[in-house]
């Protein structure tokens, strides 16, 4: 998605409170921005002003007793995971790529592929500074003012700049984790090879083959890791380096950098077949116990291998539609979900299969439940994908199932306020009060029908 807007780029909360006051008195209403990770248009504003806050990121703190980092709301999960992991700490949740700032995990309240044990971003976030409408400085945590707290976790930062973040991190002994192939021959299998092993792993994330029909519908690969323990890694300490967990350079010979342009004959619906063929057919290189050892950079950081990767899906670029359904019902939303793209001719080229937690932030995806998140290239006559693309949201909200703003660009006001129903309206009255001349505001937020 495209839009145009004025930018600015605060060095410091006292000249971001400045910004706000001119922004209400020449009538623009203000988005913040990232590192633009977000998939639609949740940083989008159109003909308004838009604060980019990678300027402000300084790391403020770090007590390497107790894991606790303070930084401000442009540190990037890279800035903090290079800045602790030698002392033996690592975020506790982390997306798929590194890049994506304090504010902006806040907001979106990010999982990873272990949140089914941990929870969301938000559940390690111990204090945070906000930067209200009016200039005002508020501290919140889960004593001091709880609910304005939650709100502003999956806030979308619409309450708010997050200008500084207290973090509780996880404690590791080793650089790298052990890590389990399991090859599923179905979608049910997948479902199956995540109760049986997440009660003994530390992560877990799936990949679905969705061209795979008959027998092999829904089959797929699951990735089952744990941390190592100093006592299992004689190289425990050296592998904390920073150095031992930067990705690699060049991948079969090819520089990183043009690997994405290699990708792009693959990305259409003969080359993902081929692609998914070969990745579920070749087994990977594993030890006598049916494991390897990977990296935490390695393992969490797919998305970073290939740089500018969004180019190989071609000009019009590709959308991502991820699906939160209720454990009762996620295996026939899924099936679902697979049979309708395939009979509309609307396949997805990759697939991301995970288990899911509830929390109680007030407009989080989180649930007792599982996601399958899907991205589509878009076609050149793309009516046949968005059609499909609501669709895909009807099923999931008639299932009781959820939407997770960091990725989508489809929704519906209505599905959105019906899947979050009296959660809206509480976050609708903090609005109110908090920025009562709606001077935060998006292209999603419009669409959503949340301002």
Request: with cysteine.
């Amino acid at each position: 998605m495209r839009s145009l807007s004025r930018s600015v780029s605060p060095t410091s909360v006292d000249e971001l409170a400045r910004l706000f006051g001119t922004a209400r008195a020449e009538g623009w209403k203000v988005s913040f921005r990232g590192a633009g990770r977000s998939y639609g248009d949740a940083s989008l504003n159109t003909g308004q002003l838009s604060v980019d806050g990678r300027a402000m990121r300084r790391i403020l703190s770090f007590d390497a007793v107790r894991g606790v980092l303070e930084a401000e709301g442009g540190v990037s999960i890279a800035d903090v995971w290079r800045h602790t992991l030698p002392q033996g700490w690592w975020p506790a949740v982390v997306p798929g790529t590194m890049f994506p700032t304090m504010g902006g995990c806040v907001g979106m309240n990010i999982h990873g592929k272990n949140c089914f044990k941990v929870g969301p971003f938000g559940d390690h976030v111990l204090e945070l500074d906000l930067l209200t409408a009016s200039g005002e400085r508020k501290t919140l945590s889960r004593e001091r003012e709880p609910e304005l707290f939650r709100a502003v976790i999956t806030g979308l930062g619409l309450l708010g700049a997050v200008t500084r973040v207290k973090l509780q991190l996880k404690h590791v002994e080793s650089g790298r984790m052990r890590v389990w192939p399991l090859v599923t021959g179905t979608l049910g299998e997948m479902f199956d090879v995540f109760e049986q092993r997440m009660p003994h792993a530390d992560y877990a994330v799936g990949w679905v083959d969705c061209f795979a029909q008959g027998a092999a519908f829904g089959r797929g690969l699951v990735h089952v890791a744990r941390h190592l323990k100093a006592s299992e890694d004689p190289d425990a300490r050296r592998t904390l380096a920073v150095a031992e967990q930067e990705l690699p350079g060049d991948i079969m010979g090819l520089p990183k950098s043009l690997l994405w342009a290699f990708m792009k004959p693959f990305t259409n619906d003969l080359g993902v077949r081929l692609v998914n063929q070969a990745k579920y057919a070749l087994p990977e290189p594993v030890d006598e116990d049916g494991s390897y050892r990977q990296t935490h950079a390695g393992f969490a950081f797919l998305l970073d291998y290939v740089p500018d990767w969004r180019l190989a899906y071609g000009d019009q670029g590709f959308i991502q539609v991820q699906l939160f359904a209720p454990d009762a019902h996620a295996r026939e939303v899924f099936a679902e979900a697979l049979r309708l793209c395939q009979r509309r001719r609307v396949v997805s080229y990759l697939a991301v299969f995970k288990r899911h937690r509830p929390d109680d932030y007030l407009l989080s995806h989180g649930l007792d439940g599982w996601s399958l998140a899907l991205d589509f290239k878009v076609p050149r006559d793309a009516q046949r994908l968005w059609d499909t693309a609501a669709d895909l949201t009807r099923l999931v909200r008639d299932a009781g199932g959820t939407f997770y703003p960091a990725k989508d660009q489809v929704v519906d006001a209505g599905s959105f306020a019906r899947v979050f129903g009296d959660r809206l309206k509480s976050f609708r009255e903090i609005k109110r009060q908090l920025d009562p001349d709606g001077l935060f505001a998006n292209d999603q937020a419009r669409r959503l029908g949340i301002v």
